[in-house]
T-cell receptor, first 110, second 114 residues
Framework: KQEVTQIPAALSVPEGENLVLNCSFT??????LQWFRQDPGKGLTSLLL?????REQTSGRLNASLDKSSGRSTLYIAASQPGDSATYLC?????????FGTGTRLQVFP | DADVTQTPRNRITKTGKRIMLECSQT?????MYWYRQDPGLGLRLIYY???????NKGEISDGYSVSRQAQAKFSLSLESAIPNQTALYFC?????????????FGPGTRLLVL
C-alpha cells in the first residue's frame, strides 16, 4: 500500500528565506506527483505536476524535483513571502487516483 | 464562475440524518472524485467515477454512497450520518487527456455531525 509522508509537519520562517518541503513515498511505481497549496478553509490549488519521467518542474519561485528511485520529492520555495503562508500537500498519482500526504503547514512572517 | 462548485459550503446535521452533498463542474471532465479531509490525516478518497456509468469505491467508502446524475454532477450521500463523519469534503475532477492526472478541486463542504 502506497504511503506518503511529508516533513516537516509545520514550519515558521521569516520573510525572504529559501525553503525546502519534503515528500516521501513508499512505492516508486507512480504515474506522476502533484504539489498543491491549501489556504485555510479553502480548496486545493494545483501548483506543480511532475510526470514520472521528469526530474523537476518550475513555476515562478517554485521548483519541484522528483527522485522516483529513492521515493522522494522536494518543493523548493525561493525568497519566501507572507503570501506563501498556507498548507502544502503532495500527492502521488496511481492510475488517476491521488494518494495524499498529510501536508506541511507553512507560516512566513514579515 | 468557479469551475468546480460544491453545495452546501457548510452543513450541521444530527446523528442518523440523511444528507446529500452536491458537486457540479463546468470543465467538461469525465472523471470526478469525492474526498474527505480530517486534521492530521490528509485527504482520503471516498468514491470516484470515470464516466456517467462508472462508479468505484475508494479507500473509505463505508457509510457513503454516490450518484453520477450527469457528466457535470456527482453527489455524495450519507445515509445515516454519524459524528465521525464530521470532516471537510472535497469534490474534484480530472481529464487524463490533458495534464495526465491533474485534478481540480472544489472549495469544500464543511460538515458537522452532532
Amino acid at each position: 500500500k502506497q504511503e506518503v509522508t511529508q516533513i516537516p509537519a509545520a514550519l515558521s520562517v521569516p520573510e525572504g528565506e529559501n525553503l525546502v518541503l519534503n515528500c516521501s513515498f513508499t512505492d516508486s511505481a507512480i504515474y506522476n506527483l502533484q504539489w498543491f497549496r491549501q489556504d485555510p478553509g479553502k480548496g486545493l490549488t494545483s501548483l506543480l505536476l511532475i510526470q514520472s519521467s521528469q526530474r523537476e518542474q518550475t513555476s515562478g519561485r517554485l521548483n519541484a524535483s522528483l527522485d522516483k528511485s529513492s521515493g522522494r520529492s522536494t518543493l523548493y520555495i525561493a525568497a519566501s513571502q507572507p503570501g506563501d503562508s498556507a498548507t502544502y500537500l503532495c500527492a502521488v498519482v496511481n492510475t488517476d487516483k491521488l494518494i495524499f500526504g498529510t501536508g506541511t503547514r507553512l507560516q512566513v512572517f514579515p | 464562475d468557479a469551475d468546480v462548485t460544491q453545495t452546501p459550503r457548510n452543513r450541521i446535521t444530527k446523528t442518523g440524518k440523511r444528507i446529500m452533498l452536491e458537486c457540479s463542474q463546468t470543465k467538461g471532465h469525465d472523471r470526478m472524485y469525492w474526498y474527505r479531509q480530517d486534521p492530521g490525516l490528509g485527504l482520503r478518497l471516498i468514491y470516484y467515477s470515470f464516466d456517467v456509468k462508472d462508479i468505484n469505491k475508494g479507500e473509505i467508502s463505508d457509510g457513503y454512497s454516490v450518484s453520477r446524475q450527469a457528466q457535470a454532477k456527482f453527489s455524495l450521500s450519507l445515509e445515516s450520518a454519524i459524528p465521525n463523519q464530521t470532516a471537510l469534503y472535497f469534490c474534484a475532477t480530472s481529464d487524463p487527456g490533458t495534464g495526465a492526472g491533474t485534478q481540480y478541486f472544489g472549495p469544500g463542504t464543511r460538515l458537522l455531525v452532532l
